[in-house]
């Protein structure tokens, strides 16, 4: 019986730990649901040695709850966001989810073009021309082309 008080009393200190360690990194105005929901993914994090400053790679839907300093959505182009066979409501809600994570930056990325096993990606449309998500034609941001953008910030 002592040595599972013991186990129990060194899982309690790691849980204590683990709580302060999330509570240093949690935004302290999102109030207790977003630190509870937060809880889980930033154990995760930290059981798995993954730093503050590491980059963390997610699904759309596994962003739900979750703050983050920058996101970058990858493939938000026609037919991969909304994809063709989904409900388009439940579409737009997750990317929508996705793109209120961040605190400071959002990169929204598509291809005009693409090839190889990516090209797959949505409807079947290997080197054929593609436009970005229609979830964003109507939004106050203009698109800017990707080489553009780069050679503007590192001039």
């Known amino acids: 019986m002592a040595a599972r008080a ?6 309690e200190q790691r849980l204590h730990d683990l709580l302060i360690e999330v509570d240093s990194l949690v935004d302290r105005d999102e109030g207790l649901g977003r630190f509870l929901g937060q809880v889980q993914p930033i ?3 930290l059981r798995s ?3 503050a400053g590491a980059v963390r790679l997610m699904t759309m839907t596994a962003s739900k709850g979750l703050t983050v300093r920058a996101a970058i959505i ?12 989904r409900d388009p409501g439940e579409e737009r809600r997750l990317l929508y989810v996705a793109m209120t994570r961040p605190r400071e930056f959002l990169y929204l990325t598509w291809a005009q073009h693409r090839v190889g096993p ?3 990606t949505g409807e079947p449309r290997v080197r054929q021309s593609r436009n970005r998500s229609p979830l964003l034609t109507h939004g106050p941001i203009q698109s800017e082309d990707g080489q553009t953008y780069l050679q503007a910030i590192s001039a």
């Open 49 to 51: 040695g993954r730093a």
């Open 43 to 45: 154990g995760n994090d």
């Open 118 to 120: 990516t090209a797959r």
């Open 74 to 85: 990858m493939g938000v182009e026609d037919g991969v966001v909304p994809l063709a066979k």
């Open 6 to 11: 013991e186990e129990f009393g060194g899982c």
